[in-house]
């Protein structure tokens, strides 16, 4: 059993008891992390929950057993996030395995169906590639890849 989460809640006891029962039971659990300042995350994920309460979840969480990590990267706008914005969600990656937190797997993700926002759009392949390359050289974390829908790939995310 897989549990895909946006790791808001794990905080709160009741959840943390659920989890237990899912490690009780072999299950995984791939938490979603698609920022790495305050900023990005404000701009691409719509939640009142602060980024640092997600950035804590996640690390006691991997603290405990091994995570894997998707992060879903798009246009916004017509813009790639910035250099900057995927060095900092790499710094993410390393504090959380610098406090401890174990991450098995980091998926590397883009859009796949049409999205609810027409200012949102897919990155190519080779925009993919590039962000597995930086996030296994900058955390020496295995990363992959996952491609949008496109006539040349015929996959999915």
């Known amino acids: 059993m897989v549990l895909i989460t946006n790791a808001?809640?794990?905080?709160?006891?009741?959840?943390?008891?659920?989890?237990?029962?899912?490690?009780?039971?072999?299950?995984?659990i791939w938490a979603k992390l698609e920022?790495?300042?305050?900023?990005?995350?404000?701009?691409?994920?719509?939640?009142?929950?602060?980024?640092?309460?997600?950035?804590?979840?996640?690390?006691?969480a991997a603290k405990m057993r091994p995570l894997v990590i998707q992060a879903l990267f798009m246009r916004?706008?017509?813009?790639?996030?910035?250099?900057?914005?995927?060095?900092?969600?790499c710094d993410r990656l390393n504090e959380v395995t610098a406090a401890g937190g174990k991450l098995k797997l980091i998926q590397v993700?883009?859009?796949?169906?049409?999205?609810?926002?027409?200012?949102?759009?897919?990155?190519?392949?080779?925009?993919?590639?590039?962000?597995?390359?930086?996030?296994?050289?900058?955390?020496?974390l295995p990363a992959k890849a996952y491609y949008g829908a496109s006539a040349t790939n015929g996959m999915s995310a």
């Open 109 to 140: 993700y883009t859009v796949a169906r049409q999205p609810a926002e027409s200012y949102v759009a897919q990155l190519s392949d080779a925009e993919v590639d590039a962000i597995v390359e930086l996030v296994e050289q900058r955390t020496g």
């Open 35 to 60: 920022a790495g300042t305050e900023e990005y995350f404000r701009l691409v994920d719509r939640t009142p929950i602060p980024f640092q309460q997600i950035l804590d979840n996640i690390t006691a």
């Open 76 to 89: 916004v706008s017509g813009q790639l996030p910035s250099q900057s914005e995927l060095e900092a969600f």
């Open 8 to 28: 808001s809640m794990f905080h709160r006891p009741h959840v943390q008891r659920g989890l237990e029962i899912l490690d009780q039971n072999n299950g995984e």
